[in-house]
């Protein structure tokens, strides 16, 4: 199922959408506007697509894309100086879904992901159990990994890309990659 299909991304633009209008300054001008529009707003979905990579819950992610969305919009004038102002936005996407993911864990934030087997709700639809399995061993990188594995693999940021967008060095990214890489694989293997 994509992000294009579910409800939650059509209430998640309007409420952003709305959100923002509200929060509108005098100091952008109309092009600055429809520059946002053009950019950041309309990718939405890959932003969406980035954070439940790296948070593993739907509407947890949609919650971070609205924030993204907004932390962007009230700084659109600071980011004029930069070449590519969605790797901007996307980098405050990274950032803000990693601080939120540990602040959930720190209170004890539970997903049915995380939850022991036996407490999970039953699942409506039949799901290959293969699927299940590599969703359990994702879940237990770093976030740090998740996150370099979701913006190289699975968005297909280049290394140096990814470093940007993480604000680290690109070794340190290849680090995160070679780990999570080494977990995956141990993980189907047992």
Known sequence: MSAESTPGCVLLGMASEIEMRMTITSELSFED???????VFRQRRRLFTIA????RDRGEAEDAVQETLLRSWRAWLTSAGYSDR???AARICVNHCISRRRALTSRGFFTQRDLPVTMRAPSAL????AILDLSRIYSRLSLKQRAALTLTKGHGYSIDECAELMGCSAGTVRTHIARGLTTLRKGMTT
Do not use: K, R, Y
């Not at 439940?52 to 948070?55: C, H, N, P, S, V």
């Not at 039949?126 to 159990?129: E, F, R, S, Y």
């Open 33 to 39: 506007e429809l520059a946002f529009e053009q950019i």
């Open 86 to 88: 969605f790797a901007w």
């Open 52 to 55: 439940l990579g790296i948070l």
């Open 126 to 129: 039949a799901v290959d159990p």
